[in-house]
Nanobody, 123 residues
Framework: VQLQASGGGLVQTGGSLRLSCAAS????????MGWFRQAPGKEREFVAA???????RHADSVKGRFTISRDNAKNTVILQMNSLKPEDTAVYYC??????????????????WGKGTLVTVSS
């Protein structure tokens, strides 16, 4: 699976961004999809995941602000980010795995990753 993330940028505190991840190469609908992020000097952390059956999980730090969704017809997963905070600043990565229980964890063992897209939230 090849993944291409886009939509990052610079936004002020309280603003919104919409990240997209386009997938190709395999049957998209068979895969769980996830978003992870890594801030400077910090470890990678789980943000959100969606199963092939549209079950979702969001990290506590983003619940109520971020929403993950998928469009199987367009082979795309979306991360809608609202009420952004400076602590959301990070490189965001999309990922794919056939195992939902893996992709909603640390990201260790997830086989497919896209290049990151930078999100910067100014205070």
């Amino acid at each position: 699976v090849q993944l291409q993330a886009s939509g990052g940028g610079l936004v002020q505190t309280g603003g919104s961004l919409r990240l997209s991840c386009a997938a190709s190469g395999r049957t998209f609908s068979n895969y769980a999809m996830g978003w992870f992020r890594q801030a400077p000097g910090k470890e990678r952390e789980f943000v959100a995941a969606i199963s092939e059956y549209d079950s979702t999980r969001h990290a506590d730090s983003v619940k109520g602000r971020f929403t993950i969704s998928r469009d199987n017809a367009k082979n795309t997963v979306i991360l809608q980010m609202n009420s952004l905070k400076p602590e959301d600043t990070a490189v965001y990565y999309c990922a794919a795995d056939s195992r939902f229980n893996i992709i909603r964890g640390t990201g260790n063992g997830v086989p497919y990753w896209g290049k990151g897209t930078l999100v910067t939230v100014s205070s």
